[in-house]
C-alpha cells in the first residue's frame, strides 16, 4: 500500500493515521476533513469553551498541535461528497478528487436536524464553529435558552448557560435526561439537579 486516504480529521481519523504511521513511516496519508480546524476535542465544547474558560489552542489535540510532525498532506475545510471503491477514488466538495490505495472512514455522527433549524437564534452543537456561534449568542446575554435533547450535550448545554447566569428550558422526549445511559432513578436525580439550578 502506497497512499492510504482518511475521511475524517477529527479524534478517530487522527489516531488511525498515527497508527498508520507508526506502522509505516514512508507511507502517504492524506486527511481529508469538512472542518477548516486540524482535530479538536469536542467534549470541552459543551462545557469549558461554550463557558469562555478554554479558548480554541487549548481544545487542539496533543498530536495535532505540530501539523507537519505525522507528515500527513491535510485537506482541511473541504468535505468528501462521495467514493468509488472501483475507481479507488475520493471526490470532494471543490470538484477534486484524491486517489487512494487504502481507505479509512471516520466521519463521526451528525446532528439530527429539525425544521426550523436554519432559523435566526437556532443553533445546534456539533463542531468548533457552532460552539463559537452559540457562545457569542450566550455572551448576548438572551432572555431565554430552550435546549432540545437532555442527553450529555444538551445536559452540558443547559448547564453552561445556566453557569452564565441565562434562563433555560430543557425538552427531552424521554422520562429522564441521559435516558439512554442511566437508569430511570439515576435520571430522575438529573432532573432534580437541573431543576434545583
Same mark, same amino acid.
Given at each position: 500500500?502506497?497512499?492510504? *486516504? ?5 479524534? @478517530?481519523?487522527?489516531? #488511525? @493515521? ?6 509505516? $513511516? ?17 467534549? !470541552?465544547? /459543551?462545557?469549558?469553551?461554550? #463557558?469562555? $474558560? ?10 495535532? #498541535? ?23 477514488? &475520493?471526490?470532494?466538495?471543490? +470538484? /477534486?478528487? *484524491? ?6 472512514? %471516520? ?7 429539525? !425544521? ?7 443553533? &445546534? ?5 457552532? #460552539?463559537?456561534?452559540?457562545? /457569542?449568542?450566550?455572551?448576548? @446575554? ?6 432540545? +435533547? ?6 452540558? *448545554?443547559? %448547564? ?7 434562563? *433555560? ?13 442511566? !437508569? !430511570?432513578? %439515576? ?11
Amino acid at each position: 500500500m502506497q497512499h492510504v *486516504v482518511i475521511v475524517g480529521a477529527s479524534l @478517530a481519523g487522527l489516531q #488511525a @493515521a498515527q497508527t498508520l504511521r507508526r506502522a509505516d $513511516e514512508n507511507l502517504a496519508i492524506t486527511m481529508i476533513g469538512a472542518e477548516r480546524h486540524l482535530p479538536y476535542d469536542r467534549p !470541552p465544547l /459543551s462545557k469549558h469553551y461554550l #463557558a469562555g $474558560e478554554w479558548d480554541e489552542d487549548k481544545l487542539r489535540l496533543r498530536a495535532a #498541535a505540530d501539523p507537519d510532525a505525522l507528515g500527513l498532506t491535510w485537506r482541511l475545510g473541504i468535505a468528501a461528497t462521495a467514493v468509488s471503491v472501483e475507481e479507488r477514488m &475520493v471526490s470532494l466538495a471543490d +470538484g /477534486s478528487s *484524491v486517489e487512494f490505495d487504502g481507505l479509512v472512514i %471516520a466521519t463521526g455522527a451528525s446532528p439530527r436536524l429539525l !425544521p426550523g433549524a436554519d432559523l435566526d437564534g437556532v443553533h &445546534v452543537l456539533r463542531s468548533l464553529d457552532d #460552539a463559537t456561534a452559540l457562545r /457569542s449568542r450566550f455572551d448576548a @446575554a438572551p432572555s431565554h435558552v430552550v435546549v432540545i +435533547g437532555a442527553g450529555f450535550i444538551g445536559a452540558e *448545554v443547559a %448547564a453552561t448557560a445556566r453557569e452564565r447566569g441565562l434562563s *433555560v428550558s430543557m425538552i427531552e422526549a424521554a422520562d429522564t435526561p441521559l435516558a439512554r445511559v442511566l !437508569p !430511570p432513578e %439515576a435520571g430522575a436525580q438529573i432532573t432534580e439537579l437541573h431543576r434545583a439550578h
